[in-house]
């Protein structure tokens, strides 16, 4: 009895807004996939979380080398009533926006000086295709060699990566618009400038906001791996030293709370991307 | 007083070069068109009749020979001139209003006044409650609308059509050529229409310019002329003369499709 009572509640609840009984039912079906999807989501999880706990309590999985969930939350607590942990976050994040914004900016604008002068884009072209396919990383212990073990080494890391996926991406944008668009604001008397900023600035946004997105993601990777070689804080550093002293659940902890970052960081960027695509829905 | 065509074309040519070669696009090709004129352009693909439109506006210099405008060389893209192109490009991140006001824009006359008579102007054309919608949520119809009242935002003297209607369904074409052709006599433009359909053009113009296959010349010139007087596109198609004119361009363009025996 109760149970119809809940299913039936529940069919309400999902079918809400449906202008008639068959549509409230195509919501219901709608909704209850992505319900499925996401309670799918959660379980798996909680799963893993579950299994990784369990199995390093049976020994199943050695802790001292896995570490495991009690621990890292333990460890988490501990670091962050002495707020270490948020100063290392804070470190890490730091360098990342400021390669982050750095590099979409200045990539940005050497696209741009790209588009404007066909000449040094073709003069250019060789010189990109090969950076762009050097792994930067390689780079990294001669920056430190040229900058200093310090901050300014780890950030120019990030920046030559993401400022090379930033020109390379935005640039493609800019030639891939329309050249119809472009006769069309022509036909209206529209010099260079304005047609780069009627035209092709506002066309290639969503290009812009995919190259933000793949930046977020390569800045990150370049601070870590800055911070692996040089650094004495910051999350990279935190997982180097966990590993160095063989404390596997500061390393763990470490790289959870990266995770964490990385998918609020990826977070902010999209929500950026609804704010400036809004004539798209 | 002199006359002084609207638009005058004198021996112009128009030469491509690639690294293959040289491609003659347009040759000798010599126009008059009065004021208040509406003149199409048909001819067989390729034969360089949007080449000729791109001349006229300005985006393109003649190899050799002339192109006046009012008696003068257009001076860069011209301000009394405005485009239509095949399809309306409405730039899909502004608003329906926003785009028409493209133009304006461009030109830095986005003035009080301006914006007055572009509010009727959609008020005009059905528009007005579709202002601040986003050009993929109309249909094509609406858009190519859009397009027409962006073009004529900008109160050009001379409107040049690049088959406007090619990407419309037959029942939309229909309703906008009559639309089409009725606003801009009223307002006396000059119009160049280029089309690839007979009866669009047999129906909207005053003139119809047969120019030839690939170089391109002009191979005859028809004045289209009805007993009942100038009427819309929609009821010149059931004039008695329309079959007429419709056959005389048919015979000189000439066109045979590839296997088909010519007569």
């Not at chain 2, 037959?170 to 307002?187: F, N, P, S």
């Not at chain 2, 000059?190 to 030839?212: F, G, K, P, Y």
Request: aromatic share 10%; charged share 20%.
């Amino acid at each position: 009895m109760w149970k119809e009572h809940l299913v039936a509640k529940l069919k309400q609840h999902l079918g809400k807004g449906g202008v008639t009984p068959e549509h409230a039912h195509y919501l219901a079906q709608i909704r209850l996939g992505k319900l499925a999807v996401w309670a799918t989501q959660l379980t798996l999880l909680i799963a893993l979380i579950l299994f990784w706990e369990v199995g390093a309590n049976m020994r199943l999985i050695d802790p001292f080398i896995t570490s495991q969930p009690s621990s890292i939350y333990h460890t988490f607590l501990r670091m962050a009533k002495d707020s270490s942990i948020f100063l290392h976050t804070g470190i890490t994040v730091l360098e990342t926006t400021l390669s982050f914004i750095i590099g979409t900016i200045a990539g940005s604008l050497i696209a741009v000086f790209l588009w404007w002068s066909d000449f040094f884009s073709r003069v250019l072209d060789p010189y990109i295709v090969i950076l762009n396919s050097t792994p930067k990383i390689a780079l990294g212990p001669l920056f430190i060699v040229f900058l200093g073990d310090g901050m300014k080494s780890i950030i120019t890391m990030a920046l030559t990566i993401s400022i090379i996926v930033t020109i390379v991406m935005v640039y493609t944008g800019f030639r891939e618009v329309d050249p119809n668009k472009i006769k069309l604001i022509r036909t209206f008397g529209a010099n260079k400038l304005q047609i780069l900023q009627k035209v092709v600035l506002p066309a290639s946004v969503p290009t812009m906001m995919a190259a933000l997105k793949v930046n977020v993601g390569m800045s990150f990777v370049g601070v870590i791996v800055g911070e692996f070689l040089v650094a004495r804080a910051g999350l990279g550093y935190l997982i180097v030293y966990g590993q160095q002293v063989f404390q596997l659940h500061l390393a763990m902890t470490s790289v959870v709370v990266l995770i964490i970052t990385a998918a609020v960081l990826y977070q902010l960027v999209a929500c950026l991307e609804n704010r400036f695509l809004r004539w798209k829905e | 007083m002199a006359f002084i065509p609207k638009v005058q074309i004198e021996k112009v040519n128009i030469k491509y070069q690639t690294l293959d070669g040289e491609t003659n696009a347009l040759e000798d090709i010599s126009l008059s068109i009065r004021e208040g004129e509406f003149v199409s352009i048909v001819g067989p693909s390729g034969c360089g009749k949007s080449t000729l439109l791109s001349l006229i506006s300005g985006l393109l210099k003649p190899t050799s020979g002339q192109v006046l405008i009012d008696g003068k060389p257009p001076q860069g893209s011209s301000q009394k001139l405005g485009y239509m192109l095949q399809q309306d490009y409405l730039f899909e991140w502004r608003t329906v209003y926003k785009n028409i006001m493209l133009g304006l824009e461009i030109q830095g006359k986005n003035k009080h006044s301006v914006k007055n008579k572009v509010h009727n102007l959609l008020k005009q054309y059905g528009l007005w409650s579709f202002r601040h919608y986003y050009p993929h949520q109309l249909s094509g119809g609406m858009r190519q609308r859009v397009a027409l009242i962006r073009t004529l935002a900008v109160d050009p003297e001379i409107l040049l059509l690049d088959e406007p209607f090619a990407a419309l369904d037959y029942q939309t074409r229909l309703t906008l050529e009559d639309e089409v052709a009725t606003i801009l006599k009223r307002a006396n433009k000059t119009v160049i229409l280029v089309t690839h359909d007979i009866s669009e053009a047999v129906a909207m113009s005053d003139r119809v310019i047969v120019i030839s296959k690939r170089p391109g010349r002009v191979k005859a010139d028809f004045k289209i002329e009805y007993a009942a007087g100038r009427l819309a596109p929609f009821e010149t198609r059931k004039a008695p003369e329309f079959r007429n004119y419709f056959n005389c361009i048919w015979k000189e363009l000439d066109i045979h499709v590839e296997g088909t025996p010519s007569g």
